[in-house]
């Protein structure tokens, strides 16, 4: 009987000998933001229990702090600890992997793709990261997605210390389709499914400032008002189409600060075209509330302040007739931009919620 028994375990003796050990896992926090706004600790429990399944001994090392959110996660192992790759990879999916120099310790630098929201009631958010060095960028995006699509946000923040060229919005495999669309919204950027992230987040790149979007114009129309020229200048596909004189802001320069009169620059879209016709405004010159002081339609211009060049968000602006047609070529409003009411009908029938309008000097 013991002859039997022997082999069999001598044969275990050999198994376990020959088994590898498991390796130290220590876990460094590579979108501190992003976990901190989730309020998520790491290690969560699940990473816990499934490093203990697989008797990995875990330990938490010092944060990335090159990084204030990165999405993917980073892996770098000994080459003959590579046989716990297989079960790693599926807790941190989409890792770079890189060959460690120190046998039996694996750093896992983990990204929000790695995030794990335990048994934390779950609500899907957008998470808007200003990769630009243009101000209140991120938190009108934010508030955007939010009007037109109903996404909730977290507190936007800076990308990091560079600048990033493209937008980019990362996404639920299951939600391209979303993502397509807040690409379509913002009028640049690509989409990037990731496994396992749980919420969208969108790093916002200066491709998202180019003035030139004339191809993704609506029916190809795009309007250009000079200032200098108290001109309006509508575009076909690029080509000129129209010329329309218009009336600006009682005050010559860009827009600072509500109550200036002045006229906004930068590069804005229509929002909505509105039936003014029987508006009324007080212009505070003592003959009270005017009648048709809009004209027949109020074209309203998104005025975020990642579109203005003061850098400055403002509400209220917009493309309309007036009652006074004497006013046209001069300056005369508080701040929107006067037509002649036969002009502004015609325009009217050109333009569409997303036309861009370039305001310039």
Partial sequence: MIKKILPIFLASLILVACSPKPPLVILHNSCPAYSELRSITLPTSYMSDVLDSMGVADSLGEPDSAFSIAVDNRITIHPEDRVWLSELDSLFPVAEIIDGEDKGIVHVWVGASGISFDSVPFTRKVLVLNGTSKPGLARDAAYGFNVKFGLSSLEPSNADSDTFTQT????????????????????????????????????????????????????????????????????????????????????????????????????????????????????GDGKGPIKGAYGPWFIRLSTLSFETRSGNKWVGIGIHGTHDPASIGTRASEGCIRMHNEDVDSLKRMVKVGTPVRIEK
């Avoid at 309007?223 to 009682?250: C, Q, W």
């Fill in 168 to 283: 980019t919005v990362y996404c639920p495999s299951g939600e391209v389709h979303l993502g397509e669309k807040l690409c379509d919204y913002l009028g640049a950027g690509q989409v990037i499914p990731r496994v396992n992230l749980r919420d969208i987040i969108i790093v916002i790149g200066s491709d998202i400032l180019e003035e030139n979007k004339v191809e993704k114009a609506p029916g190809g129309i795009s309007i250009v008002i000079k200032k200098s020229l108290f001109e309006m200048l509508v575009f076909k596909d690029g080509k000129l189409i129209k010329t329309y004189p218009v009336a600006l802001g009682r005050n010559a320069g860009d827009k600072q600060r509500v109550g200036d009169n002045r006229t906004p620059e930068g590069s804005f879209t229509v929002t909505s075209i509105e039936n003014s016709s029987a508006w009324e405004h007080d212009f």
